[in-house]
C-alpha cells in the first residue's frame, strides 16, 4: 500500500515515527526479548542468538493456532515497546508521534491514538507492489491479506486516507494536510470521540 513510504513522509515533516515491524526485528534479533520464549514455543527456530525469520514461517506452516502462539508471545512485547515509545515523546515534548502499526485494527490499538490513517492502494496495485517483493508469492500474499482487515473497512473506520496509486507527491501533500488538521487547535482526538 506504500504504509513504509507515507510513515517516512511524516518522519521528514517532523513527527516522531516508530514503526512496529522495526520493533519486532529489534525483539527477534540477538539479545531481543522475544527469542527465548520463541523458541521455548517453536523450538529450533533461532539462530546464532537471534530468531531465523525462514525457519520460524517453516514452523508456523500456515497453522492458525501456531501464529495465535505467536502473537500471544510478540503482541505484549511489542505493545511495550509502543509504550516506552510514546512515554519518549511525551517526554520530548513532541508534537506528534507516528505509530506505524500493519495490524492496527486487528490488535485493537486504534483505540490508542489520537487518529488513524489508512495508507491504501487499489488492489491491482498492492498486489503488484508485495510481489515485487524478494521471497514474495501468491500463497504468502493470500494469507497475509487473510489475517487483515479488509482494506474496504480500514478505510471506512479511518479517521483519513492516503490513497498511494496517485503517487508519491498526492500522498506528501495528504501527509501535510492531516499534520496541519492534527496540530490545529480545534483538533479533538478519536479517544474522546470514543467516549462520546
Known amino acids: 500500500m506504500g504504509k513504509s513510504t507515507t510513515a517516512a513522509m511524516f518522519r521528514d515533516a517532523g513527527a516522531a515515527v516508530w514503526d512496529a515491524d522495526a520493533a519486532v526485528h529489534r525483539l527477534y534479533g540477538a539479545g531481543g526479548a522475544a527469542v527465548g520464549p520463541v523458541e521455548d514455543a517453536f523450538p529450533g527456530v533461532t539462530r546464532d542468538g537471534s530468531v531465523d525469520r525462514a525457519r520460524l514461517a517453516a514452523a508456523l506452516g500456515g497453522d492458525p493456532a501456531a501464529f495465535e502462539r505467536l502473537e500471544a508471545i510478540v503482541h505484549p512485547l511489542v505493545a511495550e515497546d509502543r509504550k516506552l515509545f510514546l512515554a519518549a515523546c511525551a517526554a520530548d515534548h513532541r508534537e506528534v508521534a507516528v505509530v506505524d502499526v500493519p495490524l492496527l485494527f486487528e490488535v485493537g490499538a486504534d483505540a490508542l491514538v489520537d487518529a488513524v490513517v489508512v495508507v491504501t492502494a487499489p488492489a491491482a496495485v498492492q498486489r503488484e507492489r508485495v510481489l515485487d517483493r524478494p521471497g514474495m508469492d501468491e500463497a ?49 482526538s478519536r479517544r474522546s470521540r470514543l467516549d462520546d
Not at 140 to 156: G, M, V, W
Not at 163 to 169: A, H, Q, R, V
Open 140 to 188: 504468502k500474499l493470500a494469507a497475509i491479506l487473510a489475517r487483515q482487515t479488509p482494506d474496504a473497512e480500514k478505510r471506512a473506520r479511518a479517521d483519513f486516507v492516503i490513497d498511494t496509486s496517485y503517487g508519491l507527491e498526492h500522498a506528501r501533500s495528504a501527509v501535510h494536510t492531516i499534520l496541519a488538521a492534527a496540530r490545529a487547535p480545534d483538533f479533538k
